[in-house]
């Protein structure tokens, strides 16, 4: 058993939206698939994986250094002979061979793509769900069968009055989620005031609304948008602060009691760990966003679950960011608390599988074999063209 080949395409996700740091004009993704020579019903196992939105692809990386340290290790050091697969972790250390610790950047974006398309491999050699594999094997067989979302978006964009923000935000109640999620901080406080009450006039309940700063404030304007929004009770307050800020975080605990949420920009377990010692975060009420895709892959994902437990974190306060399959699996399979949904942006990539409905915020995964890509035609059409290709 044996990864014969793996490819790596990078695809524009460009859209005219802007956050209150960047606009998408440009962005991309890597999108990575891994071909074994294991056969299932006829045809090559391929194992697919993609990068969030946020940090273009990788593709320079991969074919640079990464993806010759896999097809040139013995192919027999990466087998897990136990299961009869293909080992994971294995492969992981082999990516990550004549790496020095720290300088978690770009790189923990390439590796943890390439990652997750071997979990999805993984899952289709067993012949299970991601999701359900990852229960069988880490949780005693106990998966959820469905994982609460929210929709994200409510982003800026060019002649996008309060109707526009409105009637989207009505859509993602009419599709059945309960929370939505909006940018802030990208004008004045008072028109984003403006804002934040027009959605909560669709929502009606601040408990349905979470803003996202995106990592745009400093201490000063992050304390002054939190006395003044403080009175709507929203459901969390976002990356308000540079994500390695961990000093400004935890002074903000010091001015905002309710939940607030950050980790989607940090990369590592020691970045998580980091977080957890000097951000000033609560266990009670917060909550951490770090995610599989730009953080190393889920062999990482693991390890930073895990610091979690030894400082006295519940696995349900992670609610990944990216709005993806691969952080949905983990989501059910591992025990998270959610996961982002992007209804409208990002597409193909964001969303879940055909004909899968989000009923009272929650949805279900496919039972199909591995992530469940297979499942939101849109995406596989993408995929297949470059494993099959
Ligand atoms: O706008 C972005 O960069 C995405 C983001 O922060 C989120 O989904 O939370
Ligand atoms: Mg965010």
Known sequence: ??????????????????????????????????????????????????????????????????????????????????????????????????????????????????????????????????????????????????VWVYAAGGYYYPGKDQSKLKAEMQSYLDRGYDVVKMKIGAVPLDEDIRRIEAVLEVVGDGRRLAVDANGRFDLQTGIAYAEAIKKYNLFWYEEIGDPLDYALQAELANHYELPMATGENLFSHQDARNLLRHGGMRPDRDFLQFDCALSYGLVEYMRTLKVMDEMGWSSRRVVPHGGHQMSLNIAAGLHLGGNESYPDVFQPFGGFADGIKVENGYVGLPDIPGVGFEAKSALYAVMRELGEG
């Open 1 to 146: 058993m044996r990864i014969v080949d793996i490819r790596e395409k990078t695809v524009s996700i460009a859209s005219p939206i802007a956050n209150a740091y960047i606009d998408f004009s440009k962005m991309t993704c890597s999108l990575v698939a891994v071909i074994t020579d294991v056969i299932r019903d006829g045809k090559p196992v391929i194992g697919y994986g993609f990068n969030s939105n946020g940090r273009y692809g990788q593709g320079a990386l991969m074919r640079d250094r990464f993806l010759a340290r896999i097809t040139e290790a013995d192919p027999d050091t990466l087998v897990d002979h136990e299961n009869n697969n293909l080992d994971p972790f294995a492969i992981w250390k082999a990516l990550m061979t004549n790496e020095k610790p720290g300088g978690h950047g770009e790189r923990s974006v390439a590796v943890g793509t390439i990652d997750m398309a071997v979990w999805d491999a993984v899952a289709k050699i067993e012949g299970k769900p991601l999701y359900r594999l990852l229960a069988d094997r880490y949780r005693n067989g106990v998966a959820d069968d469905k």
